[in-house]
């Protein structure tokens, strides 16, 4: 991928990390230096660029990696730059993966519950022109180098069906452990404990928390004692969830005619079970049962508010449903 401007100046080593910072790296001695506030809008840049790309070549409706979203979160992001002398000049990005640590609920082959926090890979992207020539290999290498941890203690955010080949062929990962989420484990998962290293993007997460948390931070990989079944929430948070979340007016101005025929494709199950997750187009899906619950917790929108002030003859359903709300309900709107 190339860019407007020097990319092979402003990002001198062949792999380059960034953090939620998105900081510049040093120059090289001897190179002019624009403004820092240039240079941070520079690689804002290709994070967006790059966060495009990978979201098309993965038919995802919108990207997962962005400067933006890199900024709201503790991620990081490995970026590979070509070396070759063919695209001396201005230098070109070869690909990315982005990885983070998520607080997950899986399960182990006994199908018990585990509260887990490991790194996770989040986005993967080698640019269409240079997939299979070893370059996913090498960011993944330099990624568990740095974060000095093992392919198996890893968990995947719905790979897809070439990530599960490449992990497979260089890391020999083969055999799932099935979840209800959207992560994929492989065996070995709950084999070995991990620990983070004093520069890994862990450690420093946890050193930050600690300058502002007087309560010493957990112990890396820590399984905390199982909780009782009933406290656990199926699902882990996916940073993929939200391309999920069909964004609604609250009620009532989200109620839309009834659909006469069921959709002809239903929405993908969101399953880890054995296999590749689906990796089709996300659609909008809100279930009714979660529609409803939203209409308890949502808080009612000016204009609805509006419209029932302005509305003495709206209907009394509508008017209960809204005066039984309990006190304390209200008071956290
Ligand atoms: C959590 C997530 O990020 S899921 C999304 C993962 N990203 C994508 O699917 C985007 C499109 N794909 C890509 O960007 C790349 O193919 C990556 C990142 C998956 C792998 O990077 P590459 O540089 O191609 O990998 P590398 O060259 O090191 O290894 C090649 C191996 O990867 C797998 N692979 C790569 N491309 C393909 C493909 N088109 N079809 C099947 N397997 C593939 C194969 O195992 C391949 O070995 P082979 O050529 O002997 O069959």
Known sequence: MEFPFDVDALLPERITVLDQHLRPPARRP???????VDLQQQIMTIVDELGKASAKAQHLPAPITSASRMQSNRHVMYILKDTSARLAGKGAIVGFLKVGYKKLFVLDDREAHNEVEPLCILDFYIHESLQRHGHGRELFQYMLQKERVEPHQLAI??????????????????????????????????????????????????????????????????????????????????????????????????????????PAHPPPRSSSLGNSPERGPLRPFVPEQELLRSLRLCPPHPTARLLLATDPGGSPAQRRRTSSLPRSDESRY
């Open 157 to 262: 955010d719905r790979p897809s069906q070439k990530l599960l080949k490449f992990l497979n062929k260089h890391y020999n990962l083969e055999t799932t452990v099935p979840q209800v989420n959207n992560f994929v484990i492989f065996e070995g998962f709950f084999a070995h404990q991990h620990r983070p290293p004093a520069t890994s993007l862990r450690a420093i997460r946890h050193s930050c928390a600690a300058a502002v948390d007087p309560m010493p931070a957990a112990p890396a990989r820590k399984l905390p004692p199982k909780r009782a079944e009933g406290d656990i929430k199926p699902y882990s948070s996916s940073d993929r969830e939200f391309l999920k979340v069909a964004v609604e007016p609250p009620w009532p101005l989200n109620r839309a005619p009834r659909r006469a025929t069921p």
């Open 30 to 36: 001897g190179t002019t230096t624009p403004a820092r």
